[in-house]
Nanobody, 125 residues
Framework: QVQLVESGGGLVQAGGSLRLSCAASGRAFNTYRMGWFRQAPGKQREFVAAIIWSVANAYYADSVKGRFAISRDNTKNTVYLQMNSLKPEDTAVYYC??????????????????WGQGTQVTVSS
């Protein structure tokens, strides 16, 4: 069983930056694939980024590529999402997700077994 707690959301102006953190409880954090998803009002939850073992195995949605960076610190059981050059369309609730490493698609929410409660990110224009 894994519990995930996100933090770091807030209100920021367009062009600004935020760093989200997701702290995981439980053992063997390094055996889990970690992902970030987001959901804007009236829209479906969408994939943002995922990391397998390290940043060498990091994947991004086209909409955030070059602006967001996912990383993990296995000594702290924490995954991060550094968000730069934020745009109003990045406004959403951001969710951290975890699953045991497998061949299932990292960009599908159904591939993840554990979810955090979400943290709100609001980008003003």
């Amino acid at each position: 069983q894994v519990q995930l707690v996100e933090s770091g959301g807030g209100l920021v102006q367009a062009g600004g930056s935020l760093r989200l953190s997701c702290a995981a409880s439980g053992r063997a954090f390094n055996t889990y694939r970690m992902g970030w998803f987001r959901q804007a009002p009236g829209k479906q939850r969408e994939f943002v980024a995922a990391i397998i073992w390290s940043v060498a195995n990091a994947y991004y949605a086209d909409s955030v590529k070059g602006r967001f960076a996912i990383s993990r610190d296995n000594t702290k059981n924490t995954v991060y999402l550094q968000m730069n050059s934020l745009k109003p369309e990045d406004t959403a609730v951001y969710y951290c997700a975890a699953s045991l490493i497998s061949s299932s698609a990292y960009y599908q929410s159904s591939a993840y077994s554990y979810w955090g409660q979400g943290t709100q990110v609001t980008v003003s224009s």
